[in-house]
């Protein structure tokens, strides 16, 4: 299984690369000029058929197909995306500024003014720099995950359609037959790939609504959201995995949030599930505590790697911070539910008592399963005799078992807590196929 994996994961990382070279072999492969061209006219003009491909598969990286996320998982794919979104801007930025050494003037960056080639490489890179800035600095600017969703989509779309009048108001290259056939390929894959994502897949979904059952306090600022499926079957899902939740009037305009399922995958199918939704940001503050019974919203999924399935392991470690309980609790209720001996042992970090989620839930489990939980609290109370601080080596080799080297290992939490135990669990022996994370950073 892992093999197979690692397989797929290379032969749709290579797809990848190809595709996004493609464009510098068919331009070096047809070659219109007759001299050769000065030197940074010709980098400029490649850092330009780079930018395109770049924010065509952007598009890709977050259209939720399922064959090319599951060797990778959907977060590594967002991570991933986030980072080509810099490296689209550093190929956008690059390609003026080579041709303003060899002489264009700098008022060619002005959108507002000169010929169209001008104008349209000017949108698409104030676009892009916007598109990357206020991604990074969404919260700075109080900028809430919907409104950003909504921006984010817009400035793509009108990057990548002033990439291409750009390219084709150039002519050069563009002018021949083969350029021409991969350009207007490149854009009906974006075409596609939009169509798929923002109105294809949601008006499927449309058809196979939830309802909301239970919506009940489950401690530490989270609520524990139960919702069943309305006239369908509901989906089947493997432990640890997560959804996409849209709750609005429809999917087509709803934003998307990915949130963990928290519920055994040994549920029957057309069943419940559960999600643990923490008061992180605009939408799991407000919106979700409004969730009352019988409310409607829509589910897609399943989607992530972050699952013990097809991993050969003689028992888990499963480190949860916050949040990032959730998956740890689907996978334990799975075990239980699949009546698995294999030893587990669950390091929850929290700051302190308070802030823990379903604990009499895990220390039941402890009755029914091979699980020793260790509670971390980073400020406890003064009667605490339990671990204290954060998760550290040290602390991890106080209760892992002697043949923890062969279990596998899964880490949720804050991403400076991923970070840090990622590192610290190699450092004490855990090879790195055996450690397994989750990151999100959209609420």
Known sequence: MIVSLLLRALVWFGLYVALTLLPLGVAWWERPWDTPRPVLVEASVATGFLALPLMIFQFALVSRLGPASRPFGSDTLMQFHAQMGVVALAAVALHPLLLVVEGMPWRAWNPWAGPWLWRTGAVAFWATLLIVGTSIWRRRLRLSYE???????????????????????????????????????????????????????????????????????????????????????????????????????????????????????????????????????DWSSTVVPALAPGARLWVDGAFGAFT???????????????????????????????????????????????????REEIDALTTVLNLTVVYVFENPDEDWAGERGVVTAEVLRRHLPRQFRRFQHFVCGPPAMMDALERTLVDIGVPFGAVQTERFDMV
């Not at 097809?310 to 996978?331: D, E, F, K, N, T």
């Open 308 to 358: 013990p399935e097809g991993r050969a392991a003689q028992g888990y470690v499963l480190i949860a911070g916050g949040i990032g309980i959730s998956p740890m609790r689907s996978i334990l209720l799975t075990l239980r539910d699949r009546e698995d001996v294999r030893p587990v042992v669950l390091f929850y970090a929290a700051h302190d008592a308070s802030r823990v989620m379903f």
């Open 147 to 281: 409104a950003w969703q909504i921006l984010h989509l817009l400035l793509a779309i009108v990057i990548t359609a002033a990439m291409v009048i750009h390219i084709l108001a150039a002519r050069g290259y563009a002018s021949e037959p083969g350029m021409r056939a991969l350009l207007a390929g490149y854009v009906a894959l974006a075409a596609v790939l939009l169509l798929r994502y923002r109105l294809v897949r949601p008006l499927l979904l449309w058809r196979r609504p939830w309802v909301v059952e239970r919506n009940e306090d489950a401690g530490g600022s989270t609520r524990l959201l139960r919702v069943r499926p309305e006239g369908h079957a509901g989906i089947s899902f493997e432990p640890g995995q997560f959804s996409w939740i849209m709750s609005g009037t429809s999917p087509l305009w709803s934003a998307q949030h990915p949130i963990s399922m928290a519920s055994s995958a040994e549920g029957l199918p057309g069943g419940a599930l559960e999600f643990g939704i923490k008061a992180l940001g």
